[in-house]
């Protein structure tokens, strides 16, 4: 019963199996091998036009590099206030770009355009004391497991872009969203107005794979520079494209995706039917929020299950009591429906 992240999933086997022919072989080092610039032009497939691809290790590099190449003194960037890049990579994107990431509030994770728009005018251009407006992040999947729509995204993209702002998505869980959207990767992406993406597949069956993704190749002109001087430029990055490759075969992300998603769906199903449990609020990716009795989630723990206890949003519809706790579950590639349904038998004893 390990819903703590789907971090905690290892490999998926055919990437695990892609890695070891790769490990037997000599190749090109520092991104110039044959099978680093093959999964460079299937990137290009994938999202119908000529991008830039650069690979990283972690998302947390994928993010900050990403702002970084688009700041400038001085400069602000705009996500939402429980955004993953503001509260929980330890000032990593402030660090590397030099810029200070501007909280904007909006319900269930996902940024209010009007408060948007009100965020960014405190930001002129020639505001020498206070900063200039640079650069709007946003998370799809959110960090509390909701996805913006297409047209949320595009309205979004219109706000950064009459802003002069270029837009940037952590995609972390971006496959998870994308087939709850069944929508393409284009048309999550740079056909609703999105500029740079960090495209995460740690998290969906890879071992540690992450690419920073740009849809106008002249933006990623100094993005060389500021990945090697950050240390992420790998001798051996074939490794990581290596597993591109496989993840990207015969639609295996998206596969992977489907099945975490499906998986969450069930523990949403019996935990609404549950007369000791509730949702917290709706989510579509897979990651669910519940709140328990605090003996349950005791007696859940005791029996090996594994999630995280999680804070309270400021904008939470029905408030957690004293003999409550919220906690997160998190689904994955390596979910099992008896995993699941383990959960909640202990659920329903509580």
């Not at 009591?321 to 349904?341: C, M, N, P, W, Y």
């Amino acid at each position: 019963m390990f819903f703590a992240s789907d971090n905690w999933a290892g490999a998926h086997p055919a990437i695990n199996e892609r890695l070891m022919r790769e490990s037997t072989r000599f190749a090109a080092a520092y991104g110039t091998s044959a099978l680093d610039q093959a999964i460079e032009k299937r990137f290009n497939e994938i999202f119908e036009r000529d991008v830039a691809v650069f690979f990283v290790a972690t998302g947390t590099a994928a993010n900050s590099l990403a702002l970084a190449s688009l700041a400038k003194p001085g400069g602000v960037a705009f996500c939402h206030a429980e955004a993953h890049v503001i509260e929980d990579e330890c000032g990593a994107p402030d660090f590397f770009s030099g810029m200070r990431m501007s909280p904007v509030d909006g319900a269930l994770g996902k940024m209010d355009p009007k408060q948007l728009t009100s965020r960014i005018a405190r930001y002129p251009q020639d505001a020498v004391h206070h900063g200039r407006a640079t650069a709007v992040s946003m998370t799809q999947a959110t960090e509390v497991g909701t996805i913006y729509t297409l047209d949320e995204i595009e309205q979004i993209a219109r706000i950064s872009h009459d802003h002069g702002l270029p837009l940037h998505m952590d995609g972390a869980r971006f496959a998870n969203a994308l087939v709850q959207l069944d929508a393409t990767p284009a048309e999550m992406t740079w056909k609703r107005g999105v500029d740079v993406l960090s495209f995460g597949g740690t998290k969906n069956g890879c071992w540690c794979a992450e690419a920073i993704v740009f849809f106008d190749p002249a933006m990623a002109k100094e993005l060389p520079f500021i990945r090697k001087r950050s240390a992420q430029l790998f001798s051996k990055s074939r490794f990581i494209a290596a597993q591109f490759e496989a993840y990207l075969q015969d639609d295996l992300w998206l596969n992977l995706a489907s099945h975490a998603n499906s998986m969450a769906d069930r523990l949403r199903g019996g935990l609404a039917a549950s007369n000791s449990a509730r949702v917290a609020w709706p989510t579509s990716s897979n990651e669910v929020f519940a709140v328990i009795p605090k003996d349950t989630a005791k007696a859940a723990q005791d029996k090996g299950a594994k999630f995280y206890d999680w804070l309270e949003p400021h904008d939470m519809a029905e408030p957690v009591q004293g003999h409550e706790q919220l906690i997160r579950l998190v689904t994955s590639f390596a979910t099992e429906k008896e995993d699941v349904d383990a959960f909640l038998d202990v659920i329903a004893a509580g």
